[in-house]
């Protein structure tokens, strides 16, 4: 149950600040423009449309910063290494993926804290797939 602050207003969640569901949908469309065209990410996605890939990965981040859980109960728990596991993610794809990230970021104009906050978390989560040595 959520209880109302004595103030009367209730926080609002990340997602909420940023400018919810359009913000982070902005946010992978254009991450996957770039990913579209780069020569060692693109591979990795084997669908021929990045279109589902977009859209598993907006669900995720809308749900992880407080949106709807519309990822879970579509696909379960996230399971994140688990699910990259059939792909050789290393130092160079780590890299590759966080400067299609930071493009994608600064296009958003978020203000700083909501900006060093999310890049935080990008840059944890990108560090955490790697699971092959280069």
């Known amino acids: 149950m959520n209880e109302i602050p004595p ?5 609002q969640t990340f997602y909420e600040q940023v400018g919810g569901e359009e913000t982070f ?11 579209a065209e780069d020569p060692l990410l693109r591979p990795m996605y084997p669908e ?3 279109g589902p ?3 598993r990965f907006a669900l995720f981040l809308m749900q ?3 949106g709807p859980n ?8 996230p399971r994140l290494r688990m ?9 160079a794809a780590h890299d590759a993926w966080l400067k299609h990230m930071r493009v994608a970021l600064d296009e958003l104009g978020l ?16 560090a955490s797939m790697i699971n092959t040595a280069g």
């Open 25 to 35: 949908r902005r946010l992978v469309r254009r991450f996957y423009q770039g990913v």
């Open 64 to 66: 992880y910063w407080g």
């Open 111 to 126: 203000a700083p804290e909501h900006e060093a906050q999310l890049w935080k978390y990008l840059t944890y989560a990108a």
């Open 83 to 91: 699910r990259h596991a059939p792909f050789p993610v290393d130092s």
């Open 53 to 55: 890939a977009e859209e």
């Open 70 to 77: 519309t990822y879970s109960r579509h696909r379960g728990h």
């Open 7 to 11: 103030d009367g207003l209730q926080e």
């Open 48 to 50: 021929e449309d990045l």
